[in-house]
């Protein structure tokens, strides 16, 4: 199994400032053939099923707000929020499909500062 | 707007079968995967499996030989089955709909709201 490992588990933000999360994966997660990785990212808000934000480690999904931005390749990945409002507060988690089982992170909890 | 909600009873007693089914609106079956995912707090987000649209599945090989996952195109609808559960079991249960693409599974864009089953005696 690819395991996907997160950090921190935790992380305090001020309001209008930039958060940043880690994810890294046991192995690649670049399919060669597309030169995608098969990475994404939610975020899960109380009593709320998780909502996909960013696909392909990078693509923003269609109504994501640009604050939100994925990046990095191979192993190695982030998680940005450029400007921190009030309506991210919540749990973070990425996700690998290049292989099943398909694997999560054990989450990030945003909070305010 | 494609919505899917997760139906089946909340209480399961130990040894015996949970059964779910979740019902797809606003859409087709069409050329996604469909998939089960659960949470719990102890272990976070775990995928149980996924069918595709001509019925072939992958599970995930922690779960053994306990999961069946099945698919009824007439009623738009696809099904979990969980066997001889314990209490390990108890868990928020997701149903999630699952792009393709290049024929391979992608990110889980569509999800239910989930539904609280616990294994209890």
Not at chain 1, 59 to 74: A, I, K, L, N, Q
Not at chain 2, 19 to 43: A, D, N, V
Not at chain 2, 46 to 55: L, M, V
Not at chain 2, 97 to 117: F, K
Request: aromatic share 12%.
């Amino acid at each position: 199994d690819i395991v996907m490992t997160q950090s921190p588990d935790s992380l305090a933000v001020s309001l209008g400032e930039r958060a940043t999360i880690s994810c890294k994966s046991s192995q690649s997660i670049l399919y060669s053939s597309n030169n995608r990785n098969y990475l994404g990212w939610y975020q899960q808000k109380p009593g709320q099923p998780p909502k996909l934000l960013v696909y392909w480690a990078s693509t923003r999904e269609s109504g994501v707000p640009d604050r939100f931005s994925g990046s990095g390749s191979g192993t190695d990945f982030t998680l940005t929020i450029s400007s921190l409002q009030a309506e991210d507060v919540a749990v973070y988690y990425c996700q690998q499909y290049y292989s099943t089982p398909i694997t999560f992170g054990q989450g990030t909890r945003l909070e305010i500062k | 707007q494609v919505r899917l909600q997760e139906s089946g009873p909340g209480l399961v007693k130990p040894s015996e079968t949970l059964s779910l089914t979740c019902t797809i609106s606003g859409g087709y079956i069409g050329s996604y995967y469909w998939s089960w995912i659960r949470q719990t707090p102890g272990k976070g987000l775990e995928w149980i499996g996924f069918i595709d649209y001509s019925g072939n599945t992958n599970h995930n090989p922690s779960l053994q030989s306990r999961v069946t996952i099945s698919l009824d195109t007439s009623k738009n609808q696809f099904s979990l089955i969980l066997n001889s559960v314990t209490a390990a079991d108890t868990a928020i249960y997701y149903c999630a709909r699952v792009r393709r693409s290049s024929g391979r599974p992608d990110a889980s864009d569509i999800w239910g709201q989930g539904t609280m089953v616990t294994v209890f005696s």
